[in-house]
């Protein structure tokens, strides 16, 4: 379904000052735009994250909307918000997708690309 659909960047930061290399902590920040280009309105309802590590352990984040909204976006308008995870390893990565419907109920999915958690100063083969 083109019509409706939202188009999702990330941007990830790493966060020293919430980091712990000693316990095993790095945390990371990522602020996320969505745009609505599509034609009709339509309102992101929930989110689904896959957050990995280096090892390759998995956590899935499911829930109602992001930062406590579900933001309705008329067509090409944006919404931005900043969140933030922890990971046991100094890498990884996050993906997932946006549960959306449009003014007249029709729902779709927008995908958010998986992107790069790496805390500077790593050296990655």
């Not at 990522?30 to 998995?58: C, E, F, K, P």
Request: with cysteine; glycine share 8%; charged share 20%.
């Amino acid at each position: 379904m083109n019509d409706g659909q939202f188009s999702v960047s990330v941007e990830p930061q790493f966060l020293p000052e919430e980091s712990d290399a000693r316990q095993a902590l790095w945390a990371f920040s990522y602020t996320v735009r969505i745009r609505n280009d599509g034609s009709r309105a339509a309102q992101l309802i929930a989110r689904h994250w896959v957050i990995m590590d280096d090892t390759g352990r998995t956590e899935e984040v499911r829930g109602l909307g992001v930062v406590g909204q579900q933001p309705l976006l008329r067509p090409s308008e944006v919404f931005e918000y900043t969140s933030w995870t922890r990971l046991r390893t100094p890498s990884g990565s996050m993906r997932g997708s946006y549960l959306c419907v449009t003014e007249d109920g029709a729902t779709f999915d927008a995908p958010i690309p998986e992107f790069a958690l790496l805390a500077p100063g790593l050296n990655l083969h």
